[in-house]
């Protein structure tokens, strides 16, 4: 994982040799392992890279690189499959190897098309003057764009500034192809013509389907001398993911399903579905195609095989490598069993869990009888849950839902097995120490998104990633900073197998073909929505977010079933929502957390209305406003 950044200045006046500090100081957290700039000037335009890699895997490997004909590469990404990368390699290397052979355009398309994972990217060609950038299909990899006034500079960057007077011209560049800039047209013109190579899907039958996003979309927030065009030769990526089968049941499905909204959420309503062999060889597919997902995310990791035996450390010494965002939801749980499997057994997992400061009642002692009569797989409500936080932690104010199915969700894994050492990271966020931080260091990470949603879910995940808490155990309660480096995130499970409320509103007035419509919305927006944000939030640690369930096998294998083998939102919360999901979890073993209703991660950290009550999530959150150059500068001097 890096942080890359390339800046083109078209005029003498806008030449720099240097990016400007606080734009630096962000790529260098994202990749604190080596840092490197390379200038380019040409009698045109002056090209001016940087690269700050996070080192994960083979050799390090500095970035930008550049080969004998000066052409610069950048990446920011993780080939998983589709090109072949031994062990011992570095991804970086053997992309540029494999780019430094393309001959034309359709070479370099068909190497991108070919890669499986999160990528990035920004590559000068200098014989033809064109500069080269993207993302992946999904999104998963940020980077920014911003074009100054009258087309004399621009900027690509995987995060934007931190100051007000530039922090508002930031954008993310749509995950909707490959992008090209011919520099010396440009340098001529004072136009910006983004040449875009769009992704396509191919049938079986040769039939090609356009991307959905229009060149249209993708202007209508660019400057006026920025115009956004198909290429001439009409080229394309290839979709990485087979489309969403929409297909409906012969019959009617609310009559299949009549009356079954009535029954009681327990692992053996799950367990009846799993008696029909066809739903389990589903589900045993569906386990197998994750399992490869996150067994390739967790074991491309430096690890002590590479040491001599006087370095390798006990057991009790032991550092992560790998940490999951844990709230003990069905989501996180899957994820973390399924990580066991493939993590050696004497490397701990850190299981990230946070919660933000509250105020909680206290309850009477009726509840707590009421609550001991509760079956064991019965899904305990949220407000149930954070009552009984209040009757049992001693820590009240952080008695969160999340908190409280967190803990559930350790004892299930220690119990599934007694031998991984499972660091449960209780990350307590206090709302000074949030606003401080949302101020200082998260609000121009989150943006160029604005909504108070983003806020909430940008600020959790920052402060769940950075993994400074504490280790609570039977003997000691210790403070505690999670090493690893790479952070196993559950996006795209909610989104692709209807986890949402909103799904079962869709459901409930429009059917199935409305269900399958909200679902692939869902996924085609994931890029802009969540994804680029997520990135730049986690990142800002020197760790890396990875996402088993958008791995592409995933997608494809989830896409290819019909939406009734996914879902069934006839059936009630805590069931119908992710139901392959949940019998997936049954069948690892999993109890009460496989019976979990969906929880959105700002209500069950608390992080939601903490600070406002009368606040809707898709309000503009005055909150992330940067602060100004001046403000900025002010506040460095007194903290020096």
């Known amino acids: 994982m890096c942080g890359i950044c390339c800046s083109v200045s078209f005029s003498i006046e806008h030449f720099s040799k240097d990016l400007k500090e606080d734009l630096l100081c962000n790529l260098k957290r994202r990749g604190p392992n080596s840092s490197k700039q390379l200038l380019k000037s040409n009698v045109n335009y002056q090209c001016l890279f940087a690269g700050h890699v996070l080192h994960l895997r083979g050799v390090l490997t500095a970035q930008p690189l550049e080969d004998e004909r000066d052409n610069v590469f950048l990446w920011n990404g993780e080939v998983f499959s589709g090109i072949m990368v031994e062990a011992k390699e570095n991804d970086t290397q053997i992309m540029f190897n494999h780019l430094s052979s393309c001959k034309n355009e359709s070479d370099i398309l068909s190497l991108f098309s070919e890669v499986q994972g999160p990528w990035s990217f920004i590559y000068y060609q200098a014989s033809s003057h064109h500069l080269w950038f993207g993302r992946d299909y999904f999104g998963r990899r940020s980077l920014l764009w911003h074009f100054s006034n009258l087309g004399e500079s621009f900027c690509l960057s995987s995060v934007g500034g931190q100051t ?217 409500s949220e407000e149930s849950s954070t009552k009984v936080a209040a009757a049992d932690s001693p820590d009240k104010q952080f008695s969160v839902p999340d908190r409280i199915t967190g803990r559930a969700g350790l004892k299930e894994l220690q119990a599934a097995n007694p031998s991984r050492i499972w660091n449960f990271v209780e990350i307590n966020v206090s709302l000074e120490e949030l606003q401080e931080l949302r101020r200082t260091r998260i609000c121009h990470l989150v943006q160029p998104l604005d909504t108070v949603l983003d806020d909430s879910i940008g600020c959790a995940v920052w402060f769940a990633s950075r993994g400074i808490g504490r280790l609570v155990t039977q003997e000691e309660v210790k403070s505690y900073q999670s090493s690893a480096k790479v952070v196993l995130t559950g996006i795209g499970a909610d989104e692709q197998l209807a986890g949402y409320s909103r799904h079962r509103v869709r459901f409930q007035t429009h059917g199935l073909e409305g269900l399958n419509k909200e679902i692939e919305m869902e996924l085609g927006r994931i890029s802009s929505r969540n994804l680029g944000r997520d990135d730049r939030v986690i990142s800002d640690h020197g760790k890396e977010a990875r996402f088993p369930f958008l791995d592409e096998n995933v997608v494809s294998f989830l896409n290819s079933l019909p939406v009734w083998e996914k879902a069934n939102l006839a059936l009630p919360r805590g069931i119908g929502e992710k139901l392959i999901l949940r019998l997936a979890a049954v069948e690892l073993g999993l109890t009460a957390s496989a019976l979990l209703p969906k929880r959105a991660m700002q209500f069950g950290s608390r992080i939601a209305k903490m600070e406002k009550n009368n606040e809707q999530a898709s309000d503009k959150c005055g909150r992330l406003q940067v602060v100004s150059l001046e403000n900025l500068s002010i506040e460095k001097e007194i903290k020096t």
């Open 164 to 380: 007000s007077e530039v922090a508002n011209q930031w954008q993310e560049v749509p995950a909707s192809g490959i992008f090209r800039i011919d520099l010396k047209s440009t340098s001529i013109s004072k136009s910006v013509v983004l040449k875009l190579y769009p992704w396509k899907y191919i049938s079986k039958d040769n039939v090609i389907q356009e991307c959905v996003s229009s060149l249209t979309q993708i202007s209508e927030n660019l400057p006026t001398f920025v115009s956004v065009v198909e290429n001439e030769a009409k080229l394309y990526l290839q979709e990485p993911v087979v489309p969403l089968n929409m297909m409906l049941p012969q019959a009617s499905f609310d009559v299949n399903c009549n009356n079954i909204s009535s029954i009681t959420p327990t692992r053996e309503t799950l367990q009846v579905f799993l008696t029909d062999g066809h739903m389990k060889e589903v589900v045993q597919q569906f386990i197998d195609v994750l399992s490869i997902a996150i067994k390739r995310r967790v074991l491309c990791l430096p690890r002590h095989e590479y040491l001599t035996p006087n370095e390798v450390l006990k057991t009790c010494d032991r550092k992560a490598n790998v940490a999951v965002l844990f709230s003990g939801g069905i989501d996180s749980m899957v994820i973390a069993t399924l990580a066991d499997r493939h993590i050696p057994l004497d490397e701990p997992i850190d299981l990230l869990n946070v919660a933000f400061m509250t105020k909680e009642k206290t309850i009477s002692t009726s509840f707590n009888k009421k609550r001991r009569k509760q079956n064991i797989c019965e899904i305990p």
